[in-house]
């Protein structure tokens, strides 16, 4: 089965930091893109952050530029997201996902583009 394991939420202070995880199983991680996206309570899902499968290439949503970090690690099958800086409107529910589609500047923060989706991590900022 196709597993993506979001972890690594949790309750914060602003300015504080945060890393999230996303443990993938059941299909071929190094050949998939991985991204992160968060949904905030009344709000669409939006995405965060992206990894590409190849040169490891990562685009950022310009909210997080400079304050967020996105890694991977194919040989634990894992994609990390180091949040720093962290603000209120930060505050969501972050999901990982992955498609093995090159996704490239355009689309990768298109919901459409990934089909595995984890189940997400709660992350809340407190001001």
């Known amino acids: 089965d196709v597993q993506l394991q979001a972890s690594g939420g949790g309750l914060v202070q602003a300015g504080g930091s945060l890393r999230l995880s996303c443990a993938a199983s059941g299909f071929s991680f190094d050949d998939h893109h991985i991204g992160w996206f968060r949904q905030a309570p009344g709000k669409e899902r939006e995405g965060v952050s992206c990894i590409s499968s190849d040169d490891g290439t990562t685009y950022y949503a310009d909210s997080v530029k400079g304050r967020f970090t996105i890694s991977r690690d194919n040989a634990k099958n894992t994609v990390y997201l180091q949040m720093n800086s962290l603000k209120p409107a930060d505050t969501a529910v972050y999901y990982c996902?992955?498609?093995?589609?090159?996704?490239?500047?355009?689309?990768?923060?298109?919901?459409?583009?990934?089909?595995?989706w984890g189940q997400g991590t709660l992350v809340t900022v407190s001001s």
């Open positions: 996902a992955g498609t093995p589609r090159v996704v490239g500047t355009y689309y990768w923060a298109s919901e459409r583009e990934y089909d595995y």
